[in-house]
């Protein structure tokens, strides 16, 4: 059974930091990219962050670049994706998603994404 569980949310003040987990179990990692995902009241969901297991290569958008790092870490039994979110602002505040892609270089387009997790919430003070 695919399972991708979320976790890590709370809430900051602005310029704080947080981490969010994803615990991945079901498939084969390395196949796999796994992408960070957000939506805030009222938007529409949309890409953060995104890590190809194959070869480590990473992509994010212009509004975490620099403040946000994605990273892996590859076990026997569960593998997880981590997102170190830096410098945190109020307009980050968001329900963040992990997500799987078979493409391992996917970008932020949600219909390459087959496997979803549930949301954390994130939510950010000023």
């Known amino acids: 059974e695919v399972q991708l569980q979320a976790s890590g949310g709370g809430l900051v003040q602005a310029g704080g930091s947080l981490r969010l987990s994803c615990a991945v179990s079901?498939?084969?990692?390395?196949?796999?990219?796994i992408a960070w995902f957000r939506q805030a009241p009222g938007k529409e969901r949309e890409g953060v962050s995104r890590i190809a297991n194959s070869d480590g290569d990473t992509y994010y958008s212009n509004s975490v670049k620099g403040r946000f790092t994605i990273s892996s870490d590859h076990a026997e039994n569960e593998n997880t994706v981590y997102l170190q979110m830096n410098g945190l602002k109020p307009e980050d505040t968001a329900v963040y998603y992990c997500?799987?892609?078979?493409?391992?270089?996917?970008?932020?387009?949600?219909?390459?994404?087959?496997?979803w997790g549930q949301g954390t919430l994130v939510t950010v003070s000023s």
């Open positions: 997500a799987a892609s078979y493409n391992d270089y996917a970008l932020f387009l949600e219909t390459q994404y087959s496997y």
């Open positions: 079901g498939f084969t990692f390395d196949d796999y990219a």
